[in-house]
């Protein structure tokens, strides 16, 4: 088996399109070899012969073969003199022409001379996987938001293999939650063992999430829930997952499940479209292609419609930009249904994220009017911005809730409300998140 992933059956590898591009630049600068028409015919061949074996829809190569052939002849290639520059722009025809994103080529010669070495070697090298390790294995960013809803940025699926250990560690971190938000935006895929791993931690009981027919290999995968995982399960606590067009293979494979589940909101754009996992072949000693082999013969969906292509719906749409606002508020808002007696702390949380987003609009004449000192506090206004200040304190600045309250950047639990006799401000009360309140009277 002539692959660099046979011991990886269902790698989902959005990353290595990324890796066709800036592999592919970077050597531009540094490339003075040039290819001739020849060899240019000789790689069209080789690639078309590794599709008619590799290639999941065989029925189609005819096809493709017929329209590299026929730019060649009509001289559409003649522009690009390099090697890089060539495999580049077939990178581009062949996804163009199979509407297949996975699908590329590129101009690598020591990765092609690793490969014929070693056939049977995997694609995570000691050189990869530490690389893996300085962008803690995909896991960019796990913390805590207001409300106790946790958030996880998660950039990549990485094998078990090495990132068990971090994944297991974030989601115990994020374990006692109210909500979560799982934040797929820049995530392109990865490995399908990592996305059994996360899913089964959310799910309760035993799933088959789909089958899949490797053809190059002429082998099937189930890919399921785990039976066990370690530390807490969080088959209860609220999901949402932000998407973009970035959301591609792996990350539309975990968005798919729970969403067809029912098990999570998803929220953003209309993911890329990228279904069917590949198998890495070598091409004239120097090129590598990445070809679809892999497809989804059985899955959660009643018909045969899935995502390739056209990639999966978000419940919410919305610009990705804006996801992880709407999911905080989406979370929120559910919290303060399903747990009434907390309906106030939570809509305190949603009134200062949405004047955080919008804050309210204020005349410079009424933010003059508020600055002053209150006893240990005092109010500055600063290019029209209002700042509060204890003594001893540094300054902070104040967002506008409505004409007289104030939301203190960077403190959760207090906010200020301006005290107003016959149009004259007089003093400052402190509201508290617990509901209590304390007065400060303005100096005069």
């Given at each position: 088996?002539?692959?660099?992933l046979?011991?990886?059956?269902?790698?989902?590898?959005?990353?290595?399109c990324?890796?066709?591009?800036?592999?592919?630049?970077?050597?531009?600068?540094?490339?003075?070899?040039?290819i001739s028409?020849?060899e240019k015919?000789?790689?069209?061949?080789?690639?078309?012969?590794?599709l008619?074996?590799?290639?999941?829809?065989?029925?189609?190569?005819?096809?493709?073969?017929?329209?590299?052939?026929?730019?060649?002849?009509?001289?559409?290639?003649d522009?690009?003199?390099?090697?890089?520059d060539?495999?580049?722009?077939?990178?581009?025809?062949?996804?163009y022409?199979?509407n297949?994103?996975h699908?590329g080529?590129?101009?690598?010669?020591?990765?092609?001379?690793?490969?014929?070495?070693?056939p049977?070697?995997s694609?995570?090298?000691?050189?990869?996987?530490?690389?893996?390790?300085?962008?803690?294995f995909?896991f960019?960013?796990?913390?805590?938001?207001?409300g106790?809803?946790?958030?996880?940025?998660?950039?990549?699926f990485?094998?078990?293999?090495?990132?068990?250990?971090?994944?297991?560690?974030?989601?115990?971190?994020?374990?006692?939650?109210?909500?979560l938000?799982?934040?797929?935006?820049?995530?392109?895929?990865?490995?399908?063992?990592?996305?059994?791993?996360?899913?089964?931690?959310?799910?309760?009981?035993?799933?088959?999430f789909?089958?899949?027919?490797n053809?190059?290999t002429?082998?099937y995968?189930?890919?399921?829930?785990?039976?066990?995982?370690?530390?807490?399960?969080l088959?209860?606590i609220?999901?949402?997952?932000?998407?973009?067009?970035a959301?591609?293979?792996?990350a539309?494979?975990?968005?798919?499940?729970?969403k067809?589940?029912?098990?999570?909101?998803?929220i953003?754009?209309?993911?890329?479209?990228?279904?069917?996992?590949?198998?890495?072949?070598?091409?004239?000693?120097?090129?590598?292609?990445?070809?679809?082999a892999?497809?989804?013969?059985k899955?959660?969906s009643?018909?045969?419609?899935?995502?390739?292509?056209?990639?999966i719906?978000?419940?919410?749409?919305?610009?990705a930009?804006?996801?992880f606002?709407?999911?905080?508020?989406?979370?929120?808002?559910d919290l303060s249904?399903?747990?009434?007696?907390?309906?106030q702390?939570?809509?305190?949380?949603?009134d200062g994220?949405?004047?955080?987003?919008?804050p309210?609009?204020?005349?410079?004449?009424?933010?003059?009017?508020?600055?002053?000192?209150?006893?240990?506090?005092?109010?500055?206004?600063?290019?029209?911005?209002?700042f509060?200040q204890?003594?001893?304190?540094e300054?902070?600045?104040?967002?506008?809730?409505?004409?007289?309250?104030f939301?203190i950047?960077?403190?959760?639990?207090?906010?200020?409300?301006m005290m107003k006799e016959?149009?004259?401000?007089?003093g400052?009360l402190r509201?508290y998140?617990d509901g209590?309140?304390?007065?400060?009277?303005?100096?005069?």
């Open positions: 088996m002539n692959t660099l046979n011991n990886v059956l269902f790698v989902l590898i959005f990353f290595v990324t890796l066709l591009n800036t592999t592919s630049y970077a050597q531009e600068k540094r490339e003075v070899e040039s028409k020849p015919k000789e790689l069209i061949k080789s690639l078309c012969e590794k008619d074996t590799v290639y999941i829809y065989p029925e189609n190569v005819s096809k493709i073969r017929k329209y590299f052939n026929k730019k060649m002849d009509q001289g559409d290639y522009p690009f003199k390099t090697p890089t060539f495999a580049f722009q077939l990178d581009l025809d062949l996804q022409i199979t297949d994103k699908m080529i590129v101009y690598d010669p020591k990765s092609a001379a690793e490969m014929i070495s070693q049977t070697a694609y995570y090298t000691k050189e990869v996987v530490e690389e893996l390790k300085q962008t803690n995909g960019k960013e796990v913390k805590i938001l207001e106790n809803i946790g958030y996880m940025d998660l950039r990549e990485c094998p078990p293999k090495y990132a068990a250990e971090t994944a297991i560690a974030a989601i115990n971190f994020l374990s006692n939650c109210n909500a938000i799982i934040d797929l935006r820049n995530n392109g895929g990865g490995d399908d063992n990592m996305v059994q791993l996360l899913l089964s931690y959310f799910l309760e009981e035993d799933i088959e789909s089958t899949s027919y053809r190059y002429d082998t995968y189930v890919s399921q829930t785990l039976p066990h995982v370690p530390g807490k399960k088959v209860d609220p999901l949402y997952i932000l998407t973009s067009k959301t591609f293979s792996g539309e494979a975990f968005s798919y499940n729970l067809t589940l029912k098990r999570a909101v998803l953003g754009e209309n993911t890329g479209g990228g279904e069917n996992p590949v198998e890495i072949q070598v091409l004239n000693v120097k090129y590598i292609a990445y070809i679809s892999v497809r989804i013969i899955s959660l009643k018909t045969a419609v899935r995502w390739e292509g056209i990639g719906e978000p419940m919410i749409k919305v610009n930009k804006d996801a606002f709407e999911a905080q508020k989406r979370a929120l808002k249904i399903k747990n009434t007696s907390e309906e702390r939570y809509q305190w949380i949603l994220l949405e004047a955080k987003q919008n309210f609009q204020l005349k410079k004449e009424i933010l003059e009017s508020y600055v002053g000192n209150y006893g240990e506090r005092k109010l500055l206004l600063e290019n029209e911005t209002l509060y204890r003594n001893g304190t300054k902070t600045r104040l967002i506008a809730l409505d004409s007289d309250t939301i950047e960077e403190i959760d639990y207090l906010r200020l409300k016959n149009g004259k401000v007089i400052l509201l998140n209590s309140s304390k007065q400060d009277l303005k100096d005069k």
